[in-house]
């Protein structure tokens, strides 16, 4: 999921570093002391995550807990998905530098709204909220990953096999156990330390 430099336009990779520092502003705005070891935690927990590649013909697929991030850390979950691709690309070429807007609007993006999500749908029981949320980041991080592509290169479109439509398939596993994984562990917080659940809304 991660867009290595040189993929994308010289355009898309302008206007993603713009909207990705208002992404962050955003994010950090009113960033308390508290909130800090909870970033850093599911920083940490993406940074690994992530490095966990499965090849899949020219490309590869990794687990990336965004709906995690998003459910525990709400509107910072930005924050500790920037953090994560930043490590990984000065210290494993993992993603690329100019590419690191794109890359945290690709996966900021559906984990900020799955942390905004979680705490509306008050009437659905949370394990099923997480499962939600953790399946339909995937979903919302792939589909923005494909409209940078299109964006830059009509050419990732053509053919049944072009990359576009390899990425879109590849993921589909990595959505129904990123959705059964989210919910098991908003289900076993709700139970052990509730408070952390949705946390970080109300930051």
Do not use: C
């Amino acid at each position: 999921m991660h867009i290595a430099d040189g993929v994308l336009s010289v355009p898309v990779v302008g206007a993603a570093a713009v909207a990705a520092g208002g992404l962050l502003w955003y994010s950090a705005r009113g960033l308390k002391a508290e909130d800090v070891p909870r970033i850093s935690l599911l920083a940490g927990a993406f940074f690994v995550s992530s490095l966990i590649r499965v090849p899949v013909g020219v490309t590869s697929v990794h687990p990336v807990l965004l709906g995690l991030t998003g459910v525990f850390l709400g509107r910072r979950a930005p924050l500790a998905v920037f953090l994560g691709l930043l490590l990984q690309a000065l210290l494993f070429q993992h993603g690329g530098l100019t590419t690191l807007g794109a890359n945290l609007l690709i996966m900021g993006v559906p984990a900020l709204l799955a942390g905004l999500a979680f705490p509306v749908l008050r009437r659905v029981p949370p394990a099923l909220r997480g499962a939600l949320g953790g399946g339909l980041a995937v979903v919302l991080a792939v589909a923005v990953m494909v409209f940078f592509l299109v964006l830059s290169a009509e050419y990732y479109l053509n053919g049944p096999f072009s990359l576009v439509y390899v990425l879109s398939a590849a993921y589909l596993p990595v959505l129904a156990v990123e959705a059964a994984l989210t919910g098991f562990a908003v289900r076993l917080l709700q139970r052990v330390r509730p408070e952390l659940v949705g946390s970080g809304r109300r930051s």
